[in-house]
């Protein structure tokens, strides 16, 4: 039985590889290659870099270093995914290596120490530290696609304008205990089968 932080943890990874989904979906293939200009990333080489750090980091996750010699992470930074088959092949290899990592996990494992370029980090905090990183870079691919999507953006949350409507809808239900991705994920989920 999975503890209370690792269930947690796992949904909000899963959580924000649906958001980076449903950003992606909503643009055609060409636009997922568009940069604002020669400093900025794609989507598409976020998804590469954010493949790169999964990989390195959530390999061999508790008896590892978690910045393992073959990642080269500068390449990562390299536009040089060529089809919408292989951004997605490398953005579910990454998320599969995460999460398969993070579910084998115990709650006794969680204040073992780990070490990412040597520096030693409890389970917990590694574990911490990739959930304020991926979210940063889920974010930035939201608000590309935004940008290019422009008027026929479909909002992942609640829509503008219906902040409104949607508090009056929760607080028309009983008071529960249950984690806020919970109904977005069983959705996602029916909607996927």
């Not at 290899?93 to 204040?111: A, R």
Request: glycine letters at 4%; a neutral charge; proline letters at 2%.
């Amino acid at each position: 039985m999975k503890g209370d932080y690792l269930e947690s943890t796992i949904k909000q990874f899963e959580y924000y590889k649906l958001l980076g989904e449903k950003s992606m979906e909503q643009l055609p293939e060409e636009k997922l290659f568009w940069q604002f200009n020669n400093e900025s990333n794609s989507i598409a080489t976020i998804v590469k870099h954010l493949w790169g750090n999964m990989l390195s980091r959530w390999t061999d996750f508790l008896t590892s270093d978690g910045e393992k010699e073959w990642r080269n992470r500068d390449a990562e930074f390299e536009n040089d995914i060529r089809s919408k088959e292989e951004l997605l092949a490398k953005w579910n290899e990454g998320w599969q290596c995460m999460l398969n990592s993070l579910k084998q996990l115990e709650e006794d494992d969680l204040q073992k120490i780990i070490y990412i370029r040597n520096q030693g980090h409890t389970v917990m905090e590694a574990i911490n530290r990739q959930l304020a990183h991926y979210p940063y870079h889920i974010g930035q691919m939201v608000y590309i696609a935004k940008m290019v999507a422009d008027n026929n953006w479909k909002s992942l949350t609640i829509p503008k304008g219906n902040s409104q409507s949607f508090n009056a809808e929760k607080f028309s239900k009983p008071k529960s205990r249950k984690h806020f991705t919970d109904e977005i994920l069983k959705s996602h989920n029916r909607q996927s089968h």
